[in-house]
């Protein structure tokens, strides 16, 4: 007897069936998650720096404006990203 989710997962899989990535995807969808990995760390280890400079001269200000420039520049980043990812796993097999 099938358990309620395995009935839920199977009408599912009927309605939108998971697609296969070829190798070819996959490893496409590595390096962008590396690049992008990478770019998000690099702007959080330099604004990050920028925030201490500006933390150690006492301007708030700054501060605060450093830290929102990081978490949109964060954000453009991740949706960029995903817009990435998104369209390798659109593609035909």
């Known amino acids: ?6 009935l ?3 009408r599912l899989e009927k309605a939108a069936p998971t697609q296969k ?10 390096e962008i998650n590396s690049l992008y990995g990478a770019k998000i760390a690099e702007k959080e280890t330099f604004l990050q720096g920028e925030i201490v400079k500006e933390k150690a001269k006492g301007d708030l200000a700054a501060v605060a404006q450093l830290q929102d420039q990081l978490g949109r520049e964060v954000r453009r980043l991740h949706s960029d990203w995903e817009e990435k990812k998104a369209a390798v796993h659109a593609e035909k097999a």
């Open 21 to 30: 990535l070829t190798e070819e995807q996959k490893t496409r969808i590595a």
């Open 1 to 6: 007897m099938k358990s309620a989710y395995e």
């Open 8 to 10: 839920a997962m199977e």
